[in-house]
């Protein structure tokens, strides 16, 4: 029987992390230090990633996605993708900073990737850099052309908006779905940073975003699967798409399929859940696949009716997005 949780939701996606390191210090997501990380012991290895993913796909996993951390940072993802096309993905994608995409894209195809979903936000340099803390903008840029000039389809801008940082780039950053004909995506800012920077005033909330847009353009709503976390629309007439994740002022967990494995083997039903449930320690301590799978089953049935930002009494979770995997 495909995995459902005790509210009826049926579990049918899965999110990856693969590293918990990453090549930006994204100020709304990683604290300063380059260092701070796992050690390499605590991460999955893949072969321990591969047994995991294939109970999971044994369960009624239909779409994976790979993330960190920043996926292309550990070498043999590529090689990991096509292992996980062969056991029967249906729907496999990536969410990356974009920074090795250029000269990654090739091999990710050739593995059977199917779609991606690449972070940029800003489309000034200057600001990139301050968000980023890198100089990579012309390498990001550099990855968004190359996925798009690849067979990858679809291709996802994901823009984390944080307010006084760069809301003032909304209708920049529609110009720039339209100029591209991709999907531009405006995700809230949510309580999951390393330097517990968040407030609500920090967030841009979608509507307004979706306002400000229609001041401009007239968009027209797009079917939307009641799982997916982005509310879609297209320009009247005009090229290119937006989506809104409205995770903190609309929050869509009534409906939401996902469950999440962390780079170092704990497996989470929410982004937001305060406690993690440990799959490395029976991958490494001779549980068998059907104690592996049994216990899945039951950490399922458990997952959260929702997050709980909006409520008086939230904790944010002790573990940030870096070492979750968005
Ligand atoms: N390094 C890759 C990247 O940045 O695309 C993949 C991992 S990153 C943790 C996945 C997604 O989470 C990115 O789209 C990122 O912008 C988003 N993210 C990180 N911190 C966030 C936060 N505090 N609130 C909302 N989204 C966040
Ligand atoms: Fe790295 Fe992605 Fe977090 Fe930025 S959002 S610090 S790129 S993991």
Redesign the pocket.
Known sequence: MPLTDKFGRPITDLRISVTDK?NFR?V??RSADPENHKADHELLSWPELDRLSRILLGLGIQKVRI?????LVRPGVEDFIARLKSLGVRDLSM???GHLLADHCDRLVAAGMDRINI?LDSLDPAKFEKITRTHSFSKVMAGIDRAQASALRPVKV?A?LVRGLNDDEVEAFAEFARERDLIMRF?E??P??ADRHWTRDLVVPAAEIQRRIEARWKLEPLPHDRSETARKFRFAGGRGQIGLIASVTQPFCGFCSRIRITADGKLRTCLFSKDDHDLRYMVRNGHTDQDIAGYIREVVNDKEEGHRINEPDFVPPSRT??FI??
């Open positions: 990453c994204c709304y997501c993330t960190g951390g920043e996926p969410t990356t900073n972070s994901n984390v995700i800012f949510m999951l940073d997005m870096v995997g968005g």
